[in-house]
């Protein structure tokens, strides 16, 4: 889809640099990276204290500095939907974007109402105590480093107001805000339970219809074999394919900005296909051996990247006891084609890729496509994720 131009005739994104998504773009704006920007996250389910963390700028922007509605700031996701309110007139945004004399015109007048609103707590009494003056004296010289086009704490405060700026900056100041542990549990039991009841039947599942054949979804977990389109059609012809494609992560590699973390890319360069002995000894095939990946959708082994080059899905073989039979696995975050791994050319200058950051094998490319859909792989029906487990490869050697 992102080169048809017919179904997307303008493709412009918000990117840190050229990446496998955005090197199809029109028009690439360059964003922050995790450390010049602001990001909530709430508390997750798998943490029984409730939490919640706040990213903010720790050190100057790497963009150039822009103006929009008359102020500088740098050159972000924010800013630049900013610029497109302010040509386009949209309401909500601008001197009284947050009502008469609230301003919405850069990104630190949104986010610092959110820390206000974790500052006061979801509930009446749960208001945090204000920063005393040693800690806010501590706040504005741990950011004296910071431009006035990320930091100027005239514009900070008057976001929030000077009632809860204290009580924004004993949040900052902590990163966030964070349950006391022993208030996770009430005895041996968690105080944030997910509730007193259990579906093992869903009435609100089985009584939706899949719009693709007319049959309702089954209202229990259910396992099913053999392999499904969206439409509910067995899939018989992979039949021939004999291991299961898997994938996972590993801790030192990240699915994308790791890859130019020259530290931990000394600790591992590149992934592999795990593979159980069995399987190994059946196809020939050794460890640290060469090999091609294939698939029902992928016969020939390659990324088409649509710009007349194809990668091949090769990769070396780790041959293991550790690996079911019948299963093969890669890890995330390697095989990299941009995201700095080839050369481009920006204003006919040629920026040199780093071949580092293209070891590896990416195997995404031989995940089983849906027949019906044509242009995404297998889902499962209910949650409409990919079928991570579902696409039968074959490997063979090089």
């Known amino acids: ?26 028009y690439i704006f360059p964003d922050l990276t995790y450390l010049e920007r602001w990001e909530f996250q709430g508390s997750h389910p798998s943490f029984a204290n409730k939490i919640a963390p706040v990213r903010q700028p720790a050190i100057a922007p790497i963009p150039e500095i822009v103006k929009v509605f008359g ?5 972000s996701i924010e800013s630049m939907l900013l610029a497109f309110a302010e040509k386009l007139g949209s309401s909500g945004f601008g001197p009284d974007g947050f009502g008469p004399g ?8 949104l986010y610092l109402k959110m820390v206000a609103n974790v500052a006061a707590g979801e509930k009446e009494g749960q208001m945090l105590p204000s920063a005393d003056q040693e800690e806010l004296d501590l706040f504005e010289k741990a950011r004296r480093h910071l431009p006035a086009s990320v930091y100027d ?7 929030v107001g000077p009632e809860m700026w204290p009580k924004v900056v004993f949040v900052l100041n902590r990163g966030g805000r964070f349950e006391n542990y022993e208030d996770a549990y009430k005895g041996e039991v968690c105080t944030h339970k997910h509730g007193k009841f259990l579906n093992f039947y869903c009435e609100n599942t089985a009584s939706v219809k899949n ?28 039949s021939k394919y004999d291991l299961k494609l898997l994938t996972y992560r590993e801790i030192t590699a990240t699915k994308s900005r790791t890859s130019g973390n020259h530290w931990l890319s000394a600790i591992l360069p590149e ?7 069995v399987d190994a000894e059946r196809l020939g095939i050794a460890d640290g051996d060469l090999v091609k990946v294939t698939s029902p959708s992928n016969p020939e082994g390659h990324w088409d990247l649509s710009n007349g080059k194809k990668l091949p899905l090769d990769i070396k073989a780790k041959v293991m006891q550790g690996m079911r039979p019948g299963s093969v696995s890669f890890a995330l975050g390697f095989g990299h084609w941009a995201y700095g791994a080839s050369d481009i050319q920006i204003d006919g200058e040629t920026v040199k890729g780093d071949p580092r950051r293209a070891r590896g094998c990416h195997l995404n490319a031989a995940h089983r496509v849906d027949p019906i859909l044509k242009n995404v792989s297998l889902t499962d029906h209910i949650g409409a994720s990919v079928a991570f487990y579902d696409s039968l490869v074959k490997v063979a050697k090089v």
Not at 8 to 19: C, E, F, K, N, T
Not at 153 to 159: G, L, N, S
Not at 213 to 236: H, M, T, Y
Not at 271 to 277: E, F, G, H, K
Request: proline share 5%; net charge negative; no cysteine.
């Open 1 to 26: 889809i992102l080169i048809d131009t017919k179904k997307l005739p303008l493709h412009i994104a918000s990117d840190i640099l050229v990446g496998e998504t955005s090197m199809f773009a029109d």
């Open 71 to 75: 102020e500088e700031q740098p050159i």
């Open 153 to 159: 704490i005239d514009v900070w405060k008057a976001a």
């Open 271 to 277: 992934n592999s296909l795990l593979m159980n002995v």
């Open 102 to 109: 609230s301003p919405l015109t850069r990104q630190e007048h």
């Open 211 to 238: 719009s693709m054949n007319g049959r309702n979804f089954k209202g229990i977990a259910s396992f099913e074999l053999p392999l499904q389109d969206s439409a509910g059609n067995l899939i018989v012809e992979d």
